[in-house]
Every structure is written in C-alpha cells, then in structure tokens.
C-alpha cells in the first residue's frame, strides 16, 4: 500500500492462494481503513471479506459468509472500529415476474466479539431491529 501523501510504499499484504474462478462474476472489489489507521478490510465483491492489520499486512481473520448468491458493495469501520458496517446486495429470482430481485441489506459485524451472533443483519432500516445473519 503506497501512502498518498508521500508516495512511498508502505506496506505489501500477503494473500492466500484462491481459485480465480471462483470470484468471476461476482462484482468489484472493495475496501475501508479503519479510522485509527490500524485495520484494513478487503473484500473481491464475493462473499468473503479478509482483515488484515496496517502495521505488518498480517491476515488477522476473514469471514466467509454462507450465502453464495449475495455480492459485497461497501464497507465501513464504525464505534472506534470496533465494528464493521457491510452493505450487500442479495439476489434472488421471483418466478411471478420470472426476473431476478437484488435487495441491498446492511450487515454489521461486531469484530472484536466471540459469540456466534457476531455478525448481524439489519432487515428493516427504517425499524433499526437487528436479525442474526450468521
């Protein structure tokens, strides 16, 4: 990662070996650094996003959500990032209509929490009531 200020390289990031294949068709890559610059979040618009920390480019925990039909649109630390906020889009097919349906939901993952329910989805935003997603 090159800093925009200086243009000097400041860190590499370490990767896993994927399957290419697996991530063609599924959208554009996002990314979000956290606000005290310590985290850096990176999804390839498939359904996994990877944290990874600043300092060392070290791998510290990728979620792989179970769905496979949802495609990552934005991402965003929140409260002291402590706290990552997902924005996907969900598709599905209506065979009333015979087309396909994409319903954006927002995601938030708790990321310092040890429970299952870590990671929640937030069905209705104009109630603010919060559903497990994981």
Do not use: H
Not at 97 to 116: A, M, Y
């Amino acid at each position: 990662m090159y800093n925009l200020r200086t243009s000097l390289l400041e860190n590499t990031f370490q990767k896993s070996e994927e399957n290419a294949a697996s991530f063609l068709g599924r959208g554009y890559s996002c990314y979000a650094i956290s606000k005290n610059e310590s985290l850096f979040a990176y999804c390839r618009g498939a359904n996994s996003i990877t944290i990874y920390l600043m300092e060392n480019g070290l791998e510290v925990t990728t979620k792989k959500f179970d769905e496979t039909n949802i495609q990552i649109l934005f991402l965003d630390f929140l409260k002291n990032d402590e706290k990552l906020l997902i924005v996907v889009e969900k598709e599905s097919y209506n065979e009333e209509n015979s087309e396909i349906v994409k319903t954006p939901t927002i995601v938030v993952w708790d990321l310092f929490s040890s429970s299952d329910n870590c990671i929640r989805r937030i069905n209705d935003t104009s109630s603010k009531s919060y559903y497990n997603y994981g």
